[in-house]
């Protein structure tokens, strides 16, 4: 009885020693990811002085004009959350007094913005209220070109300026639109994460959701906002913690860090059912009809889960480092097992962002659902740089049958014409349906399939489809 008493004694005090090394290799991995997670000094100076040089500008010309409004900064720039990445974004929010119509307030900044520099190259962002993304021409920075493949070296930072015109509000009850809540987000971060230490978490939950393209409430990407991980890091209180809990989510869960409802039934039954979708419901501190994840999608959030279960049992500071997609690798590894490879490039004629991006997506999956018809797909992914085109890329397998889907059993004349055209015909729930052999190349399916379907390329704003 003693044996067994002390072998059970030291399975334990194994299993205590193996959770604390591994908690140990997590914390060591997070220090050294956190040594390079924050932007250079370099590029915060060039941006740091490029912002001062516009906002003075800009205030210049709000007082000349006799216009009633004021600047603030706002997103991660502002509450000190900024992580390193290739391209920076500063929200400048232009408040206007509420005397103004939300209808004009975006003119009005237009008009301000053509009046301060010749330099400035401005791109009007249509939305439900129209914004301005702005790059000064006389800053030294250059765009990272993206070469499929090849990850960029030595590429300065490349940075702009968002100008967002919104509402000056009293109370979020107040809002005509989602963005003058913005003013009301960046106090509520600085009131509530002041220390080095919580800025710190909030970096790293930032930085691995870059990472695993989970950061982001855009369309194309639908994961977490800047705006939420900074309040579920705050509600969790560290990184660990939040990606832990994360973890274990099952059903939908809904926080409310303000208790702005009594439960979680209320939350269910007083928000409209349109911000519900989500697999987190994340109440707004400000605003408790708004559920901040309401752009979260199930299958972001399910990659989000694996990638966080994979730094857990397998700490790594290669989970915090973004993807980068080696498309000669993907070629030669399916060349190796027969398979075969297609690069894509799409052009849409929508608005680079949000809007493009979107659409591009949308198409890529039609289009995967359609190579599905002949091709077994064995590797695929998007890739989409803000700008009006995407690359796809497909490693497929030929399917040796294909199934075509012929007419209702009942459609006589049809059913004939059908059987006449097909052989190894056969009902299946109410439909015929034939088995057909094919030995079309993945090349040969996507010439004939863009030039078939030309109509429905330009239903759903693709101007052009290539090979590459």
């Given at each position: 009885?003693?044996?067994?008493?002390?072998?059970?004694?030291?399975?334990?005090?194994?299993?205590?020693?193996?959770?604390?090394?591994?908690?140990?290799?997590?914390?060591?991995?997070?220090?050294?990811?956190?040594?390079?997670?924050?932007p250079?000094?370099?590029?915060?100076?060039?941006?740091?002085?490029?912002?001062?040089?516009?906002?003075?500008?800009?205030?210049?010309?709000?007082?000349?004009?006799?216009?009633?409004?004021?600047?603030?900064?706002?997103?991660?720039?502002?509450?000190?959350?900024?992580?390193?990445?290739?391209?920076y974004?500063?929200?400048?929010?232009?408040?206007?007094?509420?005397?103004?119509?939300?209808?004009?307030?975006?003119?009005?900044?237009?008009?301000?913005?053509?009046?301060?520099?010749?330099?400035?190259?401005?791109?009007?962002?249509?939305?439900?209220?129209?914004?301005f993304?702005?790059?000064?021409?006389?800053?030294?920075?250059?765009?990272?070109?993206?070469?499929?493949?090849?990850?960029p070296?030595?590429?300065?930072?490349?940075?702009?300026?968002?100008?967002?015109?919104?509402?000056?509000?009293?109370?979020?009850?107040?809002?005509?639109?989602?963005?003058?809540?913005?003013?009301?987000?960046v106090?509520?971060?600085?009131?509530?994460?002041?220390?080095?230490?919580?800025?710190?978490?909030?970096?790293?939950?930032?930085?691995f959701?870059?990472?695993?393209?989970?950061?982001?409430?855009?369309?194309?990407?639908?994961?977490?906002?800047?705006?939420?991980?900074?309040?579920?890091?705050?509600?969790?209180?560290t990184?660990?913690?939040?990606?832990?809990?994360?973890?274990?989510?099952?059903?939908?869960?809904?926080?409310?860090?303000?208790?702005?409802?009594?439960?979680?039934?209320?939350?269910?039954?007083?928000?409209?059912?349109?911000?519900?979708?989500?697999?987190?419901?994340?109440?707004?501190?400000?605003?408790?009809?708004?559920n901040?994840?309401?752009?979260?999608?199930?299958?972001?959030?399910?990659?989000?889960?694996?990638?966080?279960?994979?730094?857990?049992k397998?700490?790594?500071?290669?989970?915090?480092?973004?993807?980068?997609?080696?498309?000669?690798?993907?070629?030669?590894?399916?060349?190796?097992?027969?398979?075969?490879?297609?690069?894509?490039?799409?052009e849409?004629?929508?608005?680079?962002?949000?809007?493009?991006?979107?659409?591009?997506?949308?198409?890529?999956?039609?289009?995967?659902?359609?190579?599905?018809?002949?091709?077994?797909?064995?590797?695929?992914?998007?890739?989409?740089?803000?700008?009006?085109?995407?690359?796809?890329?497909?490693?497929?397998?030929?399917?040796?049958?294909?199934?075509?889907?012929?007419?209702?059993?009942?459609?006589?004349?049809?059913?004939?014409?059908?059987?006449?055209?097909?052989?190894?015909?056969?009902?299946?729930?109410?439909?015929?349906?034939?088995?057909?052999?094919?030995?079309?190349?993945?090349?040969?399916?996507?010439?004939?399939?863009?030039?078939?379907?030309?109509?429905?390329?330009?239903?759903?704003?693709?101007?052009?489809?290539?090979?590459?």
């Amino acid at each position: 009885m003693n044996n067994i008493s002390k072998q059970f004694k030291n399975i334990i005090k194994q299993h205590y020693f193996i959770e604390y090394m591994r908690i140990k290799k997590i914390k060591f991995v997070l220090n050294q990811v956190l040594d390079n997670i924050n932007p250079s000094k370099e590029e915060l100076k060039i941006i740091n002085y490029s912002l001062k040089e516009f906002l003075i500008k800009i205030k210049k010309e709000i007082k000349k004009s006799k216009i009633n409004a004021e600047i603030f900064i706002g997103g991660s720039f502002a509450k000190n959350t900024l992580i390193k990445k290739n391209i920076y974004d500063v929200d400048v929010f232009l408040r206007f007094d509420k005397k103004y119509k939300t209808e004009d307030i975006s003119n009005l900044t237009e008009k301000l913005l053509k009046k301060i520099n010749k330099n400035t190259d401005i791109l009007k962002v249509h939305g439900s209220r129209d914004y301005f993304r702005i790059k000064d021409t006389k800053v030294p920075f250059i765009k990272p070109s993206f070469k499929l493949g090849v990850k960029p070296d030595n590429i300065s930072p490349f940075f702009y300026f968002e100008l967002i015109p919104v509402i000056k509000v009293k109370s979020s009850e107040n809002y005509e639109n989602i963005t003058d809540l913005s003013y009301s987000h960046v106090k509520y971060i600085r009131q509530k994460i002041k220390s080095e230490k919580l800025l710190d978490e909030v970096r790293l939950a930032k930085s691995f959701c870059y990472a695993n393209n989970c950061y982001g409430a855009e369309s194309y990407i639908r994961g977490f906002s800047g705006y939420s991980l900074e309040l579920l890091v705050y509600h969790y209180g560290t990184f660990l913690k939040f990606i832990n809990e994360m973890i274990k989510i099952k059903d939908k869960k809904v926080i409310d860090i303000e208790k702005h409802h009594k439960n979680k039934q209320s939350v269910l039954m007083d928000l409209n059912s349109s911000k519900l979708g989500s697999p987190i419901v994340l109440i707004d501190p400000t605003y408790k009809q708004r559920n901040t994840l309401a752009a979260l999608s199930q299958e972001t959030f399910n990659e989000f889960k694996k990638q966080a279960k994979k730094f857990l049992k397998n700490p790594s500071k290669k989970a915090f480092e973004k993807k980068e997609i080696n498309l000669e690798n993907i070629k030669n590894n399916a060349g190796k097992k027969h398979y075969e490879f297609i690069l894509l490039k799409a052009e849409t004629d929508k608005q680079e962002g949000d809007i493009a991006g979107s659409k591009l997506l949308k198409f890529y999956n039609t289009l995967n659902s359609e190579i599905q018809r002949y091709f077994e797909v064995k590797n695929k992914g998007f890739i989409y740089e803000r700008e009006k085109t995407a690359n796809y890329f497909f490693v497929v397998k030929k399917r040796e049958k294909i199934l075509v889907q012929g007419p209702n059993k009942n459609d006589n004349d049809n059913v004939m014409k059908f059987k006449t055209r097909h052989k190894n015909v056969f009902i299946k729930k109410d439909k015929f349906y034939a088995l057909e052999k094919t030995n079309i190349t993945i090349n040969e399916f996507i010439e004939n399939w863009s030039k078939k379907y030309k109509k429905r390329l330009k239903e759903m704003y693709i101007e052009d489809l290539k090979i590459i």
